[in-house]
């Protein structure tokens, strides 16, 4: 696991986007864990490799053991941190399953009775924040849903969690 000072000085890049450190609040040696631009619910995170690898298959076999450990342990954490009784863990592999950056990600959100009136909207909210980004990112509009600021804050509370 990375200390304070390797992630600081740590660039991470989602596709072709580069990932500012203070939104990333976990690292191992071949994942990263950052807090999202459009959540869904409160905790809506994600879990990348630190490869830039389009599609699921071509994950190595230690990075789809990691990226699956370190998204246990972020679920983990973050459902404890915003007293949720559940996860939802999904992945978007591809463009036609409604993947906008090519680069693998597992969304993790923590869920809560009621959160949804019927549980499966859930992947209907995730398609259609992935849709904006993916109007936002043809129209090459810079990314300002959230603040930084806001990022960063909440990215240092999670933080915490894994010190």
């Known amino acids: 696991m990375e200390g304070e000072g390797d992630r600081a000085a740590a660039q991470y890049k989602f596709g072709p986007y580069m990932i500012e450190a203070g939104g990333v609040f976990h690292a191992t040696a071949l994942s990263y864990a950052m807090v999202n631009l459009r959540p869904v ?3 809506h995170v994600l879990v990348c490799p630190k490869r830039e690898v389009k599609r699921f298959a071509d994950l190595s076999s230690d990075e789809t053991c990691d990226i699956w450990l370190t998204a246990k342990e972020v679920g983990a954490q973050l459902e ?3 007293k949720a009784s559940s996860l939802t863990f999904t992945i978007q592999d591809g463009p036609e399953s ?3 950056v090519p680069h693998v990600h597992i969304h993790i959100l923590p869920r809560k009775k009621g ?4 549980n499966d909207e859930i992947y ?5 924040k992935e849709k904006e980004m993916k109007e936002k990112l043809d129209l090459d509009i810079e990314r300002k849903d959230r603040s930084m600021e806001e990022m960063a804050h909440e990215a240092t509370e999670y933080r915490g969690l894994f010190s």
């Open 41 to 43: 619910l409160p905790g």
């Open 80 to 82: 404890q941190y915003h």
């Open 115 to 118: 959160d949804f009136e019927n």
């Open 98 to 100: 409604g993947q906008t």
């Open 124 to 128: 209907n909210a995730i398609d259609a």
